[in-house]
């Protein structure tokens, strides 16, 4: 039910106390502030040395996640099958409402508008003026996560075995078939291709059209996967089991 701060070196600073279940996530902001959201409902502004600000409250189930805005406000997502804007002080804004089930995440896209995903299979785009745009349906099961490319398509993943791609207007292109369980994550690589990872002990690679690469086996169910700055690829487990793949165009 609490954040703490460190210093550099570890050593304890202070316990920001105020949520009553457990704190799911958190923000440093640019301001120098924090935002904590919980499974109380609620997401928390904090200053710098982690002084309680406000509470903001709204959501009806618990908090899920949040970003920052650039113009200072904030976004936020719940299993209450809603978003919600807020403004830089905690003050509620407007409800983004159309999920018919708990939302799994969302993107501030460049050009103001938003994208949501979530456990009733779709995603949405949302106006900058919060007003929804289109649903973008082909997925059979939950929505866990989408990447906006640098194109401005998009691609998503599902518990449903595959990826998707759409269009800047949310428009269906491809469906990415191969996994054989739920899709975990992916991520873009820098010459347009894409790395899919899957509990089915799998990465799979696709071309920038969505065609198939080859497929990369792991003896465990992968969780994490990062590009690191030489072009390794460093894809991992819970138990701290861990792959190293370089890859070559």
Known sequence: KTLRLWTHDGLPLASL???????SGA????????????????????????????????HSSSVDGALALPDGRFLSWSRDHTLRLW???????????GHSGAVYGALALPDGRFLSWSQDHTLRLWAADRK?????????????????????RFLSWSRDHTLRLWSADGDPITAL?????????????????????????????????GDPLPTFYADFPITCCILSQDG????GEEQGRVLFLRLVE
């Open 27 to 58: 923000l440093a902001l640019p301001d120098g502030r924090f935002l904590s959201w919980s499974y109380d409902k609620t997401l928390r502004l904090w200053t710098h040395d982690g002084s309680p600000i406000s509470a903001l409250a709204g």
């Open 87 to 97: 403004a830089h002080d905690g003050s509620s804004i407007t409800i983004l409402e």
């Open 232 to 235: 390794v690829i460093v894809a």
């Open 132 to 152: 929804p745009i289109t649903i973008l349906e082909g997925h059979s099961g939950a929505v866990y996560g989408a990447l906006a490319l640098p194109d401005g």
């Open 177 to 209: 078939k191969g996994h054989s369980d739920w899709v975990r994550s992916a991520l873009s690589l820098p010459d347009g291709r894409f790395l899919s990872w899957s509990r089915d002990n799998t990465l799979r690679l696709w071309s920038a059209d």
């Open 17 to 23: 106390d105020g949520h009553s279940y457990g704190v």
